[in-house]
T-cell receptor, first 111, second 114 residues
Framework: AQSVAQPEDQVNVAEGNPLTVKCTYS??????LFWYVQYPNRGLQFLLK??????LVKGSYGFEAEFNKSQTSFHLKKPSALVSDSALYFC?????????FGAGTRLFVKA | EAGVAQSPRYKIIEKRQSVAFWCNPI?????LYWYQQILGQGPKLLIQ????????DSQLPKDRFSAERLKGVDSTLKIQPAKLEDSAVYLC????????????FGSGTRLTVV
């Protein structure tokens, strides 16, 4: 069975500070990992994905994520947070059968 | 490139009534998904189509939910009869590379069953 966990319901960060949104996963084979962002009353928007290759993946809006196989993690990061980054972030994993999503982490960036 | 279109945006119905949602994916995207997102939870896959064939409907409550994609383009999802616990946002997504390409989601249909 495959699973994905986002251990933090909410992350608070000040504008200009680095941010990290955590994600851990469990799959039996090679994982394919994704991050999506959801703004209020909008559908999810694709940010980035890891399929293979370099463990550091760069995506939209200055976001990046680091794949760590030994820790089975795929944390989302940004060097300098913006107020406009405030949204709901979802990690997703495809382990060969279907894509499943985490419960989401709400990011608040205060000015 | 036009996005994934969904309608209606909002729907309020009474329990035991029926409702239908429509989705038009991005042109050329062979894979289409319907997800259910209950408030406070991540999206849950209901059904996946590859062209007009069903790839996965293992989590679709088939006694009340049905979906079709007759010509391999747009799709409809129906609930009959609706229950209170069906209140959720129903998201349609499409992809040109299946599960490895990242999805493009529509804005969703927010269903409230009263």
């Amino acid at each position: 069975a495959q699973s994905v966990a986002q251990p933090e319901d909410q992350v608070n960060v000040a504008e200009g500070n680095p941010l990290t949104v955590k994600c851990t996963y469990s799959v039996s084979g090679n994982p394919y990992l994704f991050w999506y962002v959801q703004y209020p009353n909008r559908g999810l928007q694709f940010l980035l994905k890891y399929i293979t290759g370099d463990n550091l993946v760069k995506g939209s809006y200055g976001f990046e994520a680091e794949f760590n196989k030994s820790q089975t993690s795929f944390h989302l990061k940004k060097p300098s947070a913006l107020v406009s980054d405030s949204a709901l972030y979802f990690c997703a994993v495809f382990g060969g059968f279907k894509t499943i999503f985490g419960a989401g982490t709400r990011l608040f960036v205060k000015a | 490139e036009a996005g994934v279109a969904q309608s209606p945006r909002y729907k309020i119905i009474e329990k035991r009534q029926s409702v239908a949602f429509w989705c038009n994916p991005i042109s050329g995207h062979a894979t289409l998904y319907w997800y259910q997102q209950i408030l406070g939870q991540g999206p849950k896959l209901l059904i996946q189509f590859q062209n007009n064939g069903v790839v996965d409907d293992s989590q679709l409550p088939k006694d009340r939910f049905s979906a079709e994609r007759l010509k391999g383009v747009d799709s409809t999802l129906k609930i009959q009869p609706a229950k209170l616990e069906d209140s959720a946002v129903y998201l349609c997504a499409s992809s040109s590379e299946g599960d490895l390409g990242g999805y493009t989601f529509g804005s969703g249909t927010r269903l409230t069953v009263v």
